[in-house]
């Protein structure tokens, strides 16, 4: 994936509140979504994926949105806890075994 | 289930040196690939092994190379070491198929000197 327009490299959020994490990806035959969470000094950790067949899909306290129209992919956390301070990818896949990562946003937590 | 588990967690070589990355899938899965991190191009992708064939490439030179054994562990090479392969280095695993999910180790620290 790649990073344009909606993309923001930085997300600073008020504990408690609603986040949401834009991603626009680049291949229009991507079939496979992921969002991954890296916290500092860990690998990417999953959190939730999406098929490209759906438009959403929820998780506990997370929601993935694709459109395809537009190739945009959005996480939103909601109640945001201090825990979730860390880097969120998203990644897409071609069904060829590897996967294409987005820049990541850094979200930070204020008390 | 363990996880992904990666040896050694940190490496330090100098130039012109060669390394050896180790990387344990979760119990299970056949499928291992390798991602290369830095701050400047983010997660790159490096190669993917299932069966011990390699099924995908990315773009590095041909200083990186893997291999995968019978019981799915994996190891990568990195020959002739540069100042900018220094990177953490990432193995995830999945079971194969072409859309699972890749479970991610905690990676291996490179620092070329």
């Known amino acids: 994936g790649e990073s344009v327009g909606l993309h923001l490299p930085t997300l600073s959020v008020q504990e408690g509140d609603n986040s949401i994490i834009n991603c626009a990806y680049s291949n229009s035959a991507s079939d496979y979504f992921i969002w991954y969470k890296q916290e500092s000094g860990k690998g990417p950790q999953f959190i939730i994926d999406?098929?490209?067949?759906?438009d959403k899909r929820q998780g506990q306290r997370v929601t993935v949105l694709l459109n395809k129209t537009v190739k945009h992919l959005s996480l939103q956390i909601a109640a945001t806890q201090p825990g979730d301070s860390a880097v969120y990818f998203c990644a897409e896949n071609l069904s060829d075994y590897k996967l294409s990562f987005g820049a990541g946003t850094t979200v930070t937590v204020r008390a | 289930k363990a996880g992904v588990t990666q040896t050694p967690r940190y490496l330090i070589k100098t130039r012109g040196q060669q390394v050896t990355l180790s990387c344990s899938p979760i119990s299970g899965h056949r499928s291992v690939s390798w991602y290369q991190q830095t701050p400047g191009q983010g997660l790159q992708f490096l190669f993917e092994?299932?069966?011990?064939?390699?099924?995908n490439k990315g773009n590095f030179p041909g200083r990186f190379s893997g291999r995968q054994f019978s019981n799915s562990r994996s190891e990568m090479n990195v020959s002739t070491l540069e100042l900018g392969d220094s990177a953490l280095y990432l193995c995830?695993?999945?079971?194969?198929?072409?859309?699972?999910?890749?479970?991610f180790g905690p990676g291996t620290r490179l620092t070329v000197l």
């Open positions: 999406i098929r490209s067949n759906m």
């Open positions: 995830a695993s999945s079971t194969g198929g072409p859309g699972d999910t890749q479970y």
């Open positions: 092994y299932f069966s011990e064939t390699q099924r």
